[in-house]
T-cell receptor, first 113, second 115 residues
Framework: KNQVEQSPQSLIILEGKNCTLQ??????????LRWYKQDTGRGPVSLTI?????NTKSNGRYTATLDADTKQSSLHITASQLSDSASYIC????????????FGKGTTLSVSS | ETGVTQTPRHLVMGMTNKKSLKCEQH?????MYWYKQSAKKPLELMFV???????ENNSVPSRFSPECPNSSHLFLHLHTLQPEDSALYLC??????????????FGPGTRLTVL
């Protein structure tokens, strides 16, 4: 069964600190993996996308990694800011007909001053 | 904003009411989607429209009725809902080219509460 598991479920960190969010998936055949950021009361916004051949992708202070062999991805946030407080959702796309997006439940990050 | 708008942003309705959610995309995309987002659950895909034709219906109860009059507008008609239907309803659009690389752009969502 295609599944995406994220950990931790929630995380609280101090402003300026770094953190890493995890995503494990059992999606086959794999097409790509995307990380979304969802602010409270808003829709998700894409941060990065990685295909099978890409190991890392950066977007400002956000760096995503992908290990296609172990089917794991991480999202590293550097020098966190209060505006990073949001839910981060890992979405894996399968190569199949139709819309084959498998969503994780998300990690809720709270950055405090 | 992402180019996808949704109205209303908040809706409270009784179980016997009939209401509609509206979504409009200004991105020139050819596919539109309805999702349900409940607390502590992954996003659930409800309906997909491609070139105004419904291509997916993920076993959604008939009390949810979608309508796509053109490639820019998408509606979700609601009637005789249940309290467990309370959730955030997200609309998204995408340029469907046969692969999954193209990003889905989401609207801000409608927060629905069923009393």
């Amino acid at each position: 069964k295609n599944q995406v598991e994220q950990s931790p479920q929630s995380l609280i960190i101090l402003e300026g600190k770094n953190c890493t969010l995890q995503c494990n998936y059992t999606v086959s055949p794999f097409s790509n993996l995307r990380w979304y950021k969802q602010d409270t009361g808003r829709g998700p916004v894409s941060l990065t996308i990685m295909t099978f051949s890409e190991n890392t992708k950066s977007n400002g202070r956000y760096t995503a990694t992908l290990d296609a062999d172990t089917k794991q991805s991480s999202l590293h946030i550097t020098a966190s800011q209060l505006s990073d407080s949001a839910s981060y959702i890992c979405v894996v796309s399968a190569k199949q007909a139709g819309t084959a997006l498998i969503f994780g439940k998300g990690t809720t990050l709270s950055v405090s001053s | 904003e992402t180019g996808v708008t949704q109205t209303p942003r908040h809706l409270v309705m009784g179980m016997t009411n009939k209401k509609s959610l509206k979504c409009e995309q200004h991105l020139g995309h050819n596919a539109m989607y309805w999702y349900k987002q409940s607390a502590k659950k992954p996003l659930e895909l409800m309906f997909v429209y491609n070139f105004k034709e419904q291509t997916e219906n993920n076993s959604v109860p008939s009390r949810f009725s979608p309508e796509c009059p053109n490639s820019s507008h998408l509606f979700l008609h609601l009637h005789t809902l249940q309290p467990e239907d309370s959730a955030l309803y997200l609309c998204a659009s995408r340029q469907e080219t046969g692969d999954s690389y193209n990003e889905q752009f989401f609207g801000p969502g409608t927060r629905l509460t069923v009393l």
